[in-house]
């Protein structure tokens, strides 16, 4: 039995042209629940004898009412035809996201296995593969939460889920989602081809400069490259080497205001004859942390907008264009200008979207839930875990203009999280987690410097671990978990802490999140917790304390829309309802204050 473990590597996403091509394998597939795990033992991958239908992609949680609280083991199953025009030494087959554990077979053949969600993975099937016939395609899915996993699950210490008292036990405040969540593409390569484009650009002197470094699998080739604005072309230099520049004299930059960009191609030769082509969109802009600043092409930016999740009730958390062309879309209305991709990566076509719209996106890896009350090689197995992330999702999407800075965590949990919330100290950590989240930091500098690094820091996250971070990232909720009722007391305390902050670090501050839970059409005269009137009031104090503190830069509201979590007593139905929009993307009162402000 052949089988072939990926190995993390992500090539460029599959396109079609005189050299590549590609086919859908999204619609409905067959599905069969394993709740006792015997469909290996039962030979299931050789094909289901029994099943329901399911769309491929989504979760499998919200489209059959039985399975709402199903956290385990499901199996797929399709077929697809392979054309003869196709080089059979070079078919692949891509999953943007599987959430968790993926097991591939093909033609009762194990291709291979993958862990994590959120990120794509691929192998090269061609040997599976049989000629004038159907091919069939069974995949194992399983979303098991672990502790040795990342996000976490079924954490006993430093763990969210014992503030929370929630189920699932998830260590992370969304729900767990599970199932073929995103697309799954059938694809072909020229047996010589590009396998990665990294492209990087500055300006000077008002000319802008694309830098392009062409990764192959050919030993004795020239590359070139041309960049195409619709009205103009620019072309590079012929490169026997891996490395091409493009100089754009007085080049339209990529901006929030004017999102404009510019079509590159690459052409790969053996012997003067094109071989392999591909294409992308990119911008050409800078951004740069000066002091206390964050800087888009040399102007100050600040940053206006929201957490938010990828999340509908029809679909979970699969992708699901409609629902991020609509979110792109209130986000315009509203009038922010960026989003945290809270608490994982987003689908490709999502920040696609961001570039078109010039929103500004901090990405961010799986890293929701980390704790580090644990044995050392626990701690050893997440941070690998961690690392193949940051590669991951970086080598994804380094080339898109609308991604601004890298986010290695949300909340990392130190040792004595309660006491630290309860005291509001901000005390120095211990070695082992400021190490971990170091190694981070810098794997993402190494990987990529020409983006800011930061993570998400929760209430009483140590000093030590924001010291090498570019950005600093503060999930606050002063008037809400801490000082309900009373926010002048919060505004103050804000106030304080972040001050403090700045004086020790002098970095640039976002406000990564801020927000209070609150039930549409719930409204009192006073003050009262849940309400409408509370969630805008609780906003405008915000907004009113960052326009008077120059180094807080920006203010990432929680969240753009309520969305599914966990049963819990803090979660009535089961919502984090803390949105500006509702579930279904109905305004609150809030979102119609921040519309006013933000658009002015």
């Excluded at 990405?363 to 050893?380: C, M, R, S, Y």
């Amino acid at each position: 039995m052949n089988r072939l473990i990926n190995n993390g590597e992500i090539m460029l996403k599959p396109q079609q042209n005189n050299y590549r091509d590609k086919i859908s394998l999204d619609g409905i597939w067959k599905f069969k629940v394993d709740t006792e795990d015997i469909g290996i033992q039962n030979n299931w991958q050789l094909g289901l004898s029994s099943f329901k239908q399911i769309a491929v992609p989504s979760s499998w949680n919200e489209i059959d009412p039985e399975l709402s609280d199903y956290i385990g083991v499901g199996w797929y199953q399709s077929e697809f035809y392979v054309s003869r025009l196709w080089d059979e030494k070079n078919i692949y087959i891509r999953f943007a996201s599987v959430t968790y554990h993926c097991t591939l077979w093909i033609n009762g053949q194990l291709v291979g296995t993958h862990d994590g969600g959120h990120l794509p993975f691929e192998f090269k099937i061609s040997e599976f593969l049989q000629k004038d016939y159907s091919n069939k395609i069974v995949v194992r899915v399983e979303n098991e939460l672990s502790p040795l996993r990342v996000p976490p699950g079924n954490v006993d210490t430093g763990s969210l889920s014992i503030f929370m008292n929630n189920l699932p036990r998830t260590n992370y405040d969304f729900f767990p989602y599970a199932g073929i969540d995103r697309t799954v593409t059938l694809f072909t390569l020229p047996s010589e081809h590009i396998s990665d484009i990294t492209v990087n650009t500055n300006i000077k002197n008002n000319v802008g400069l694309v830098d392009v470094i062409v990764n192959t699998n050919v030993d004795d080739y020239s590359i070139y490259a041309v960049l195409d604005d619709g009205d103009k072309t620019f072309k590079s230099e012929l490169s026997n080497d891996n490395s091409l520049l493009i100089s754009v004299d007085n080049p339209n930059l990529w901006s929030v205001k004017d999102p404009h960009l510019y079509n590159l191609k690459i052409f790969l030769e053996n012997k003067n004859s094109i071989i392999d082509t591909y294409e992308l969109k990119i911008g050409i802009r800078t951004i740069e942390v000066k002091g206390d600043q964050i800087y888009l092409n040399d102007e100050k930016i600040e940053f206006k907008g929201f957490g938010r999740h990828e999340e509908s009730p029809i679909t979970g958390r699969a992708q699901n264009l409609p629902q991020s062309i609509m979110d792109h879309n209130l986000l315009k209305w509203i009038g922010a200008n960026s989003y945290r991709t809270a608490h994982y990566p987003y689908s490709e076509e999502d920040i696609e979207l961001a570039d078109a719209n010039g929103f500004l996106v901090i990405n961010e890896i799986p890293a929701v839930g980390l704790f580090f009350d644990d044995i050392k090689e626990n701690i050893d197995i997440r941070l690998e875990l961690c690392r193949k992330q940051i590669n991951t999702l970086i080598n994804r999407d380094k080339n898109h203009p609308s991604v601004v800075m890298w986010s290695v965590a949300n909340e990392p949990f130190p040792l004595d999280l309660l006491n630290r919330m309860k005291d509001g100290k901000n005390g120095p950590a211990d070695e082992i987690s400021t190490n971990f989240l170091n190694t981070l930091i810098e794997d993402a500098k190494t990987i990529d410097n020409s983006r800011p690094v930061t993570l998400a820091a929760i209430h009483g996250t140590p000093l030590d671990w924001l010291e090498n971070v570019d950005v600093i990232l503060l999930n606050r909720y002063y008037g809400w978990y801490f000082d309900q009722l009373d926010l002048d007391g919060a505004i103050e305390k804000l106030s304080n802490e972040l001050s403090e902050i700045h004086d020790k670090t002098k970095k640039p501050i976002i406000i990564s999140e801020f927000g209070a839970d609150t039930i549409p059409g719930f409204h009192s005269v006073s003050d009262e917790l849940y309400t409408e009137e509370y969630q805008l009031e609780y906003w405008k104090r915000y907004l009113e304390y960052a326009k008077k503190t120059d180094y807080v830069v920006g203010l990432h509201a929680w969240v753009l829309a309520d969305f599914r979590t966990t049963h819990s007593t803090m979660r009535i139905g089961g919502l984090n309802h803390k949105g500006a929009f509702t579930r279904d993307r109905k305004p609150k009162m809030s979102a119609h204050y921040l519309r006013s402000e933000w658009n002015n």
